[in-house]
């Protein structure tokens, strides 16, 4: 059912990882629907630990979904395929048992809790086991929160929403991060600023999987990159060489 | 102050004061319909149920020993002289979270996704079950309930407040229930209570991050399910402290689940997703019932000019006409959240 990349890499050991390493979390042939919309079809991806995987593609090329998948929401419904996450299988999981196996989403709508503080925000991360970063610490790397940390989180600007998505999901303790779009609806000065956020979670060493529609900003944050179109994986390598094979990015990014 | 204008005080507070109680009924619909956007229609039940389940542990009564004498044609009707009120009130709590592990498990957890319309359909369901459960457990017969509250109308009250009125008239002085004022400090302590549960510990933010938008809550590791167990137990504690009061003014039987009727007006006028809107809204409709009652006859009589026993009874209907004034003009009430419905 799966696809064959139509694109092979050839740079695949200039990644910081070698390729035949046990992936610490992969995908196995994953299919999944929003109702009777086959979305999904046949996605597997390999990520090693401490990479960067930018997922990219065109609009409704399944690069969300698959990650919603992964994160085991409700929807879309996963309806054949494997998921791991050092060594343990998420397919079978709900998105809190998910989460408690190592999985931190950062949605594309953020989904900050109204009526909640900055701080119980970051506070309601750290109910279940494991708990990650300190509230202190996350402050640190985002001082702009700990000035609000008595500010209702719904009320932040956009880009200070954004932090607390990402302060929230590294207040667990993870093995996996999930950034979908992280650019999305924000000025570019903030996107500046995010920037500069996940190049410093890159040199935490956290483990991520990027969707991005800004394909240059996540292609140079990221080792490696996958590129689905219409929910297949038509591109499996290093992120290098999507910068550099043009004929590539016009066909599948349209950049 | 003219007797006319104490008469009025009186009303006011006995109004208040029947307010709080419809306010505890609307509280539990209140909170299980935040957490998991159910309308629990067997919330007026749960207070029955735990009433009855408190009498009975009160009394050393043997549950099912009705069933039992009919099948086997035995004897059995207690165990003993009964557990001491305090201890009963805990086994009564201790059963209503058993219930709510037990909804969670058998009702809920295989429901999820469904509808509202399906989840409050069960609700239904469990509340005729509950009913006929009780019924077999505890029997039908109306049970008076003592849990130790004052009551009895406050002759020091009516003293202070005879000397209100104005020299020379002949006002009696107002008339208060110890027990409803009993009733309406355990339950402003009882919200109290729960405000600071919710505003202050891990498990009430978790409850109001649910509330708010589940999917984002599971996200970060919280277990909807265990979230719904805390819920419909906090319900069920609610429900065996409305029990209790309702018990004790009105005794225990089982036209105490209709009081989950009049808790219907209470949730369309504050909004089903306010706790606060659940407390004013049963204070403005037991106010409203009482001042409508007492004078809202006399003026329909007038008006109409018919004898002025024609418009009385006022208080059994007033709360609905309330609501349906409501639901035409501000059909999220006062403090709920405006529907907008996406498309």
């Known amino acids: 059912m799966n696809a064959e990349p139509k694109f092979k890499s050839s740079d695949n050991m200039n990644a910081s990882h070698a390729q035949n390493a046990p992936a610490f979390c992969s995908v196995w042939d994953i299919h999944a629907y929003y109702g009777e919309s086959y979305i999904v079809q046949g996605v597997s991806l390999n990520i090693h630990e401490g990479e960067i995987l930018a997922l990219l593609g065109r609009n409704g ?171 297949q994986v038509v591109y499996d390598g290093t992120a290098k060489e999507v910068l550099e094979n043009e004929e590539l990015r016009h066909e599948y990014l349209a950049i | 102050m003219s007797p006319a204008f104490l008469n009025f005080v009186e009303i006011c507070l006995n109004g208040l004061m029947a307010g709080v109680m419809y306010s505890l009924v609307a509280l539990g619909f209140v909170l299980i319909f935040k957490a998991s956007g159910i309308f629990n229609f067997a919330q007026g039940v749960m207070a029955l149920f735990a009433a009855l389940t408190l009498v009975g542990l009160q009394t050393g009564q043997v549950p099912f020993s009705h069933l039992l004498n009919a099948m086997f044609g035995t004897e059995i009707h207690n165990w003993g002289p009964g557990l001491n009120t305090f201890i009963s009130i805990l086994f009564a709590m201790v059963i209503m979270i058993g219930l709510a592990f037990l909804v969670e498990k058998l009702m809920l957890k295989h429901l999820v996704n469904q509808e509202p319309i399906i989840l409050f359909m069960a609700t239904i369901g469990l509340a005729y079950f509950l009913e006929g459960l009780g019924d077999l457990m505890w029997g039908a017969d109306v049970k008076t309930l003592d849990v130790g509250l004052p009551s009895g109308g406050s002759f020091w009250w009516e003293d202070v407040t005879r000397e209100w009125a104005a020299e020379g008239s002949d006002y009696w ?168 419905e996406r498309i």
């Open chain 1, 61 to 231: 090329a399944g690069k969300t979904s698959t990650l919603r998948a992964i994160a085991r929401l409700g929807n879309p419904t996963l309806k054949h395929g494997e998921i791991w996450l050092d060594h343990q299988p998420l397919h079978n999981m709900q998105s809190y048992e998910a989460s408690q196996a190592g999985i931190g989403l950062v949605p594309e709508d953020r989904r900050i809790i109204q009526g909640l503080t900055v701080e119980e925000n970051l506070q309601l991360a750290q109910i279940e086991k494991p708990i990650g970063w300190s509230i202190d610490r996350i402050y640190e790397l985002f001082p702009r929160l700990g000035e609000r940390r008595k500010q209702e989180g719904t009320t932040l600007s956009g880009g200070e929403q954004q932090m607390l998505a990402i302060g929230r999901a590294l207040a667990r303790d993870i093995k996996l991060l999930l950034l979908d779009e992280p650019y999305e609806g924000l000025a570019p000065v903030i996107v500046q600023e995010i920037e500069k956020t996940l190049h410093l979670i890159r040199e935490q060493g956290i483990t991520t999987i990027i969707v991005e529609q800004n394909a240059i900003a996540a292609l140079n944050l990221a080792d490696r990159s996958v590129i689905l179109d219409t929910g």
């Open chain 2, 173 to 340: 002085g107002m008339y208060i229930d110890k027990l409803d004022v009993s009733a309406t400090l355990i339950a402003v302590s009882l919200v109290a209570a729960l405000s600071i549960f919710s505003q202050y510990t891990a498990t009430g933010r978790a409850l109001r991050a649910v509330a708010d938008d589940h999917q984002a809550a599971m996200s970060v590791g919280i277990s909807l399910r265990t979230i719904w167990v805390i819920v419909w137990s906090i319900a069920g504690f609610v429900a065996l402290v409305a029990g209790i009061m309702w018990g004790s003014k009105s005794g225990v039987q089982f036209s105490l689940s209709l009081i989950a009727l009049k808790a219907l007006p209470v949730l369309i006028l504050g909004g089903f997703t306010s706790i606060p809107g659940a407390i004013v809204g049963g204070l403005i409709i037991g106010v409203g019932e009482k001042l409508a009652e007492a004078y809202l006859g006399d003026i329909m009589n007038f008006l109409v000019g018919a004898s002025p026993n024609l418009f009385t009874a006022i208080e059994n209907w007033f709360a609905y006409v309330v609501a349906l004034a409501f639901l035409l003009f501000r059909p999220q009430g006062l403090f709920g959240e405006r529907i907008i």
